[in-house]
T-cell receptor, first 113, second 109 residues
Framework: DAEITQSPRHKITETGRQVTLACHQT?????MFWYRQDLGHGLRLIHY???????NKGEVSDGYSVSRSNTEDLPLTLESAASSQTSVYFC????????????FGNGTRLTVT | GENVEQHPSTLSVQEGDSAVIKCTYS??????FPWYKQELGKGPQLIID?????GEKKDQRIAVTLNKTAKHFSLHITETQPEDSAVYFC????????FGAGTTVTVRA
């Protein structure tokens, strides 16, 4: 069965370090999204991609970057981790431009100390 | 752009009772209305969706109704069970915006 997997599930890092969260999907979806989820803020969009070599900023993109070199993967990089980036991160993918269900991974819990 | 507002933010119901969550949208051109459910420790999952050419859609104990005139759509859960306890979201259909805080539903035994 097709799936979307995130790794690691949990990560603890120190302030100032570069961190990369992995997202891999086997749906062959063109669209991929990264969200962060914090209490009281729901799911906020960080970056998204509509295909290989395409990346776009979401609402809360400062301090994050993504790259899309193939269809399956959209890694999320925190260039210099800050305590404010302690959160749960979700990756998702969808097949069409609009009106297509989002398929989510089970999240990465990141703690920045 | 599209704006979607969801109410209530929290909902507590007795097991067996019904739960209703409402979302109001602003763009009259919107034509796809999904509902997602997020259980503890997991990512959100699509549970039901409706397109604008349909007024109601049912799937076992859950249903979605659409009122295009009033620009709102609602999620109905009947005969609630403990496994219905979760956070429910009605995101914008292009997903290029936050999902918002959703509605936290608690089913009391």
């Amino acid at each position: 069965d097709a799936e979307i997997t995130q790794s690691p599930r949990h990560k603890i890092t120190e302030t100032g370090r570069q961190v990369t969260l992995a997202c891999h999907q086997t749906w062959n979806h063109n669209n991929m999204f990264w969200y962060r989820q914090d209490l009281g803020h729901g799911l906020r969009l960080i970056h998204y991609s509509y295909g290989v070599q395409d990346t776009n900023k979401g609402e809360v993109s400062d301090g994050y970057s993504v790259s899309r070199s193939n269809t399956e993967d959209l890694p999320l990089t925190l260039e210099s981790a800050a305590s404010s980036q302690t959160s749960v991160y979700f990756c998702a993918s969808s097949g069409g431009q609009d009106y297509s269900p989002l398929h989510f991974g089970n999240g990465t819990r990141l703690t920045v100390t | 752009g599209e704006n979607v507002e969801q109410h209530p933010s929290t909902l507590s119901v007795q097991e067996g009772d019904s739960a209703v969550i409402k979302c109001t949208y602003s763009d009259s051109a919107s034509n796809y209305f999904p509902w997602y459910k997020q259980e503890l420790g997991k990512g959100p999952q699509l549970i039901i969706d409706i397109r604008s050419n349909v007024g109601e859609k049912k799937d076992q104990r859950i249903a979605v109704t659409l009122n295009k005139t009033a620009k709102h759509f609602s999620l109905h859960i009947t005969e609630t069970q403990p496994e219905d306890s979760a956070v429910y979201f009605c995101p914008r259909n292009d997903y290029k915006l936050s999902f918002g805080a959703g509605t936290t539903v608690t089913v009391r035994a």
